[in-house]
């Protein structure tokens, strides 16, 4: 029987190779050239890791035979060179599949055996690192920003960034990005109070001019949080015993100055409407509306319960219990439709019922967790609190959510077609903009013209009102001699604040909705 070899004996002389290694990760891989491929990292007792992939067309024969975390023994197969510049490992050569490859079950290597080999930071913000390589990363995270969706090639993709710190309380910069993103996200909002460490495997470093990062690399990387490893008890044993909270902040895009493709988005590549050319739309569409939120609808609710795996919306099961001829109803469970899971792990989500208005009318808009994030710097499980079987009463809002009442903003929106076949009321946000500079801009580029359909005139957001208030310059003071025509024709007086655009706009206040909230300094006529 041929001798077992170790990874770092192998080169391309020879294809009667015997190994015995640990997949430490697996994904397929889709190319135009080479179709789908599977790919994977080894690793060997000695902790040495090497490349391997199969071809398209011997997928079938191993799909089954491999999985990540199995300990194989794999005799007969190619070895060539391993180039690109998504490398993970520093091994010169890879491993092919061959049909002649044979996989074998054997006895498990050591569970501790990983493969992780964390970099320094310095090493990666100094520039010492070929950055062909992927590397392993280990850091507490001390800042992370809610999600963003931003546009990456033409399609909206998720992101945070996160900051991570050393045992020497060196910082480094991490940006992820897709599911990682979402993942990452989701498991921060169930966090303890306990710090939270975080472990990339296989990341990119990335340069943006002087500056490094470390990203994931498309389905290369693997993301984890607190994963019991030895590497992590170690870390976090070396850790400074500051007690550091982690802090949720602003996108630095949006904190600093927002980036040209959201500029273009807001200012040039969508279409402008106020609410009354919204409501009069007959056609499915995106558009830019200026508009303040004048109340929280909260016979809505504020939030739901989703599933942690998918973020799918969770069913409510009543507990029948047969009792004679009559069945009695004893609490409830939980399913989830998309995972077919009759006990998923839960997870509060925002989903704000806005209602919004403008110089013209009012509607309500309708923002889901990720945007709702944007504004809130909060996930809705600190608010929430721990899930309990019983969704909180909605007429209680957090002062976090009543806070948002005022506020002016730039939506895009999404006009659907039940929207206006149905007059359905309320419209879904896909993107907000508050940065103040940006609202000023837009407000000073000028509203619709009047061949829009739309009055005359121009918002401005208050710079010295703390509510961010509404005025309209150019509208009609003689609103009582317009008393017939319709909202959206109506020339309105100068609207002081948001308390009266309200009442014009005639928006029907219920108990469960938060009355707006006057300027403090309000002028007199």
Partial sequence: MAAMNFVSELKPFKNMWKIQVKIIRLWKQYSAAGGETIEMVFVDARGDKIAGTVKRELVGQFNRVLQEGDTKVIINFTVTNSGGSYRPSKHPFKIVFLPTTRVRICEDLPNNLTGLNPVKFGDVLNGVLDDDYLVDVIGQIVEVTQMEIVSVKGKDTQKISVELRNEDDERLPLVLWGKFAEDVSNAIQLRSEQSIVCVLR??????????????????????SLNPQMDEVQAFMSLLPSDDLAMAIVDPKSNAVVPTVKERDEFFRHTPRKTISMVLESKQVEKCIVMASIGAIDSDMGWYYLSCKVCAKKVLTV????????????????????????????????????????????????????????????????????????????????PPILQDLVGKTLLFKIGIERENYLYKHPTYK?????????????????????????????????????????????????????????????????????????????????????????????????
């Fill in 202 to 223: 296989f990341g990119k470093i990335k340069v943006w001019k002087e500056d490094r990062s470390i990203s994931n690399a498309y389905n290369v990387s693997n993301v």
């Fill in 318 to 397: 009543p507990n029948d219990i047969e009792d004679g001829d009559e069945f009695n109803v004893s609490g409830h469970n939980y399913y989830c439709i998309k995972c077919k899971d009759k006990n998923p792990q839960l997870l509060p989500r925002y989903k704000l019922h806005l209602v919004v208005l403008d110089n013209t009318n009012d509607t309500k808009f309708l923002l889901f967790d990720n945007l709702a994030m944007q504004l809130l710097h909060k996930p809705c499980l600190e608010l929430t609190g721990p899930v309990t079987d019983e969704i909180q009463d909605p007429d209680m809002l």
């Fill in 429 to 525: 946000v896909l993107k907000i903009m508050s940065v103040i500079g940006m609202i000023n801009e837009f407000d000073v580029i000028g509203s619709p013209t009047e061949s829009q359909n739309t009055f005359g005139g121009t918002y401005s957001a208050l710079s010295d009102a703390p509510e961010g208030s509404l005025m309209l310059h150019g509208g009609s003071s003689q609103s009582d001699k317009t008393s017939d025509l319709t909202p959206a024709k109506r020339m309105r007086s100068p609207i002081i604040n948001l308390e009266d655009a309200f009442d014009q706009n005639s928006v029907t206040r219920s108990v469960g909705t938060r009355k707006i909230k006057q300027e403090k300094n309000e002028k007199s006529g």
